[in-house]
């Protein structure tokens, strides 16, 4: 993946359940840190015929992944998106996702010691908090997980 060489901020946007509740979320967030919004799972698509009523397509496998790899920061209400924020150790935030399962995000979050990182309610949430994710540790506690998955494997 080819890593951006703009100087961009860019907020990386991965919604499955798309709200305006959420869109004007994303939006004040962006105005209020200077961020450039980028839906990573949505393409430009001419209407098909007008059976969508929105101009736009999935995004491909690889143009999601480094949608994600090449924001600045990342809002999402997916698991998927949250894990590959993760693993991309970028700034982000979930929007809980409850039709969808929280009990795995607020697992995940718990297991990797992360706080603050799940919205239960945007509409009580301060747009001006940014985090300071600490992936030099979640980094440590996965490479040992992956150590004992592996371990697992090999018995």
Known sequence: M???TDNRKILGVYLLDETPEKNQFIESFALEHGY???RVNKTS???FDGILNQDFTKASIKTWISGIYNSDFVITDSFHGTVFSVIFNKPFYS???VQR?????ESLFEYLGIKGCLI?????FDICTLLNINYKKINSLIDSLRSESLKYLEF
């Not at 239960?120 to 009580?124: A, F, L």
């Open 2 to 4: 080819k890593k951006r």
């Open 101 to 105: 399962g929280s009990t795995r995000f």
């Open 36 to 38: 450039e919004i980028k």
């Open 95 to 97: 929007i809980d996702n």
């Open 120 to 124: 239960s309610n945007i509409d009580n």
């Open 45 to 47: 698509l001419s209407r």
